[in-house]
């Protein structure tokens, strides 16, 4: 109760200093304006608020867990909260969709997929937000919880609210903090503790990693012939270790390990560069040797050839 309380305070003091003419905050429990669907039902829960939640078991049927309240909402800027808590925070299948629609269902001004792996804890109340304009007057906006997927996991819902806010950026697309306190900035669903859809500029970005490849160097070290490589290569169309074109579309690149790897092929292709420069400076030495003795040799032919006229002289 003391943390819904304080969403209140808070919410009243945004719509006290961000304004938007009739806009005002909306709350509804599952006692309040909120339709409790077939396969959905109402448990006791202390930590709830009013001390009740609705309840979707895993082993249910999918569909719709709640719809409502129906409201009239002025155009705007909002921030749309369900208050949650799941079984089993595992999964990272999806489990059901939250919506904001207006025109029964036609319109929808924003949604979102929940998965478990969203959560921090098991069976522990979380705030899932959504950032929603809303660019006119709505007379019956609903929001709801759909498509739910059985199997999965319970799930409980608590409540949900709408609070007001016209500062640009702060409940939008721009910038969302999730409930694992991960922030995306131009997504609204950010995966690591910095989710960035666009272009990062920065004078200087320091990257931490462990076991640095130095070990190439050491005594032992199996570097694998060129031969060997050229066949991977042909196998394959990328460099050992290094991931293909297609693992860097699906999954990105992680830029410590990257320059690990970098690091790791820049260092043996060193030791193939000297294990090549003591080659040919082998060759070259025994090339020398050889023109030494093809230069003797010539001369040795060249007294011969010497000889052998003067004896044709004498003869005559």
């Given at each position: 109760?003391?943390?819904?309380?304080?969403?209140?305070?808070?919410?009243?003091?945004?719509?006290?200093?961000?304004?938007?003419g009739a806009i005002s905050n909306i709350?509804?429990?599952?006692?309040?304006?909120?339709?409790?669907?077939?396969?959905?039902?109402?448990?006791?829960?202390?930590?709830?608020?009013?001390?009740?939640?609705?309840?979707?078991?895993?082993?249910?049927?999918?569909?719709?867990?709640?719809?409502?309240?129906?409201?009239?909402?002025?155009?705007?800027?909002?921030?749309?909260?369900?208050?949650?808590?799941?079984?089993?925070?595992?999964?990272?299948?999806?489990?059901?969709?939250?919506?904001?629609?207006?025109?029964?269902?036609?319109?929808?001004?924003?949604?979102?997929?929940?998965?478990?792996?969203?959560?921090?804890?098991?069976?522990?109340?979380?705030?899932?937000?959504?950032?929603?304009?809303?660019?006119?007057?709505?007379?019956?906006?609903?929001?709801?919880?759909?498509?739910?997927?059985?199997?999965?996991?319970?799930?409980?819902?608590?409540?949900?609210?709408?609070?007001?806010?016209?500062?640009?950026?702060?409940?939008?697309?721009?910038?969302?903090?999730?409930?694992?306190?991960?922030?995306?900035?131009?997504?609204?669903?950010?995966?690591?503790?910095?989710?960035?859809?666009?272009?990062?500029?920065?004078?200087?970005?320091?990257?931490?990693?462990?076991?640095?490849?130095?070990?190439?160097?050491?005594?032992?070290?199996?570097?694998?012939?060129?031969?060997?490589?050229?066949s991977y290569i042909k196998a394959n169309?990328?460099?050992?270790?290094?991931?293909?074109?297609?693992?860097?579309?699906?999954?990105?690149?992680?830029?410590?390990?990257?320059?690990?790897?970098?690091?790791?092929?820049?260092?043996?292709?060193?030791?193939?560069?000297?294990?090549?420069?003591k080659s040919i400076n082998k060759l070259?030495?025994?090339?020398?040797?050889?023109?030494?003795?093809?230069?003797?040799?010539?001369?040795?032919?060249?007294?011969?050839?010497?000889?052998?006229?003067?004896?044709?002289?004498?003869?005559?």
């Open positions: 109760m003391k943390k819904l309380f304080l969403i209140f305070i808070f919410a009243a003091f945004v719509d006290n200093c961000f304004s938007q709350f509804h429990d599952e006692s309040n304006g909120l339709n409790v669907i077939e396969g959905t039902t109402m448990v006791n829960d202390a930590s709830a608020n009013g001390g009740t939640c609705m309840f979707r078991p895993a082993n249910s049927a999918g569909g719709t867990i709640w719809a409502g309240p129906y409201v009239p909402v002025a155009a705007g800027n909002y921030l749309f909260q369900v208050r949650l808590k799941v079984a089993a925070n595992t999964s990272n299948a999806n489990l059901f969709m939250l919506d904001i629609v207006s025109q029964y269902g036609y319109i929808v001004h924003g949604a979102i997929w929940i998965s478990p792996s969203m959560f921090k804890a098991s069976n522990e109340w979380q705030l899932i937000s959504i950032p929603v304009a809303i660019p006119h007057g709505i007379t019956n906006l609903e929001m709801r919880g759909m498509n739910y997927q059985p199997g999965v996991t319970d799930v409980y819902v608590d409540y949900v609210q709408l609070i007001p806010s016209s500062v640009a950026g702060l409940y939008s697309t721009e910038l969302t903090i999730s409930g694992k306190g991960d922030v995306g900035i131009g997504t609204i669903s950010p995966r690591e503790k910095l989710s960035v859809n666009g272009k990062i500029r920065a004078h200087e970005i320091k990257v931490e990693t462990a076991n640095w490849p130095d070990y190439v160097f050491e005594a032992g070290y199996k570097v694998g012939t060129l031969e060997e490589l050229e169309k990328h460099l050992p270790e290094i991931p293909s074109a297609k693992e860097v579309a699906e999954n990105g690149v992680q830029l410590g390990e990257m320059n690990k790897l970098l690091l790791k092929k820049v260092e043996e292709l060193t030791l193939h560069l000297i294990e090549k420069d070259e030495t025994q090339n020398t040797q050889l023109k030494a003795i093809q230069t003797q040799q010539e001369s040795v032919i060249k007294n011969i050839m010497k000889r052998l006229d003067k004896i044709e002289l004498n003869k005559k």
